[in-house]
T-cell receptor, first 111, second 115 residues
Framework: GQNIDQPTEMTATEGAIVQINCTYQ??????LFWYQQHAGEAPTFLSY????GLEEKGRFSSFLSRSKGYSYLLLKELQMKDSASYLC????????????FGSGTRLLVRP | DVKVTQSSRYLVKRTGEKVFLECVQDMDHENMFWYRQDPGLGLRLIYF???????EKGDIPEGYSVSREKKERFSLILESASTNQTSMYLC??????????????FGEGSWLTVV
């Protein structure tokens, strides 16, 4: 089967660093995506990893280890507006380009 | 910027009604998708289409059908709405290429309540 696991909720303090983990088991692998979703809004694209290692984009970084089926999203210098759900999604081996999503991690940033 | 537009943000329908959810994208994307999102279950793929008049079932197609008569438009149809179809429905589109280039772009979502 195909499975993507993320913690359900996390809490962090404004200005701090938080790491959101994602583990996956899929039939094949053709890339991992992270999306941010504020309450009542559509998910928006944050990052993409297909090779092992760290991808940095401003305050956000995403890491991938294909051998471990593991990724994390690192958010630095947290701001109140970072309170949102963070969705991990994997593209499997077929050619349809559909994504398999985890249930998402709800992050609450406190003052 | 990519624009994916869902025609209705909030709908209330009665059990047994036929419901149409419309989605239009303006970036000439080949692929289009319909997901539903429910608390604790994440996004689940209902149907997707990789070309005009082509469609494939996703993970939860039961109770739904789709139509793609034009490249930019992908419609989700609930033939006879039921209360367990109360959910948020997200339309999305992407280019037909590998890598980050096929990032999925989402519409704003349609909140459907079936009473």
């Amino acid at each position: 089967g195909q499975n993507i696991d993320q913690p359900t909720e996390m809490t962090a303090t404004e200005g701090a660093i938080v790491q959101i983990n994602c583990t996956y088991q899929t039939s094949g692998f053709n890339g991992l995506f992270w999306y941010q979703q504020h309450a009542g809004e559509a998910p928006t694209f944050l990052s993409y990893n297909v090779l092992d290692g760290l991808e940095e984009k401003g305050r956000f970084s995403s890491f991938l280890s294909r051998s471990k089926g593991y990724s994390y999203l690192l958010l630095k210098e947290l701001q109140m507006k970072d309170s949102a759900s963070y969705l991990c999604a994997v593209r499997g081996e077929d050619s349809s380009y559909k994504l398999i999503f985890g249930s998402g991690t709800r992050l609450l940033v406190r003052p | 910027d990519v624009k994916v537009t869902q025609s209705s943000r909030y709908l209330v329908k009665r059990t047994g009604e036929k419901v149409f959810l419309e989605c239009v994208q303006d970036m000439d994307h080949e692929n289009m998708f319909w997901y539903r999102q429910d608390p604790g279950l994440g996004l689940r793929l209902i149907y997707f289409s990789y070309d005009v008049k082509m469609k494939e079932k996703g993970d939860i197609p039961e109770g739904y059908s789709v139509s793609r008569e034009k490249k930019e438009r992908f419609s989700l149809i609930l033939e006879s709405a039921s209360t367990n179809q109360t959910s948020m429905y997200l339309c999305a589109s992407s280019l037909d290429r590998a890598g980050a280039g096929n990032t999925i772009y989402f519409g704003e979502g349609s909140w459907l309540t079936v009473v």
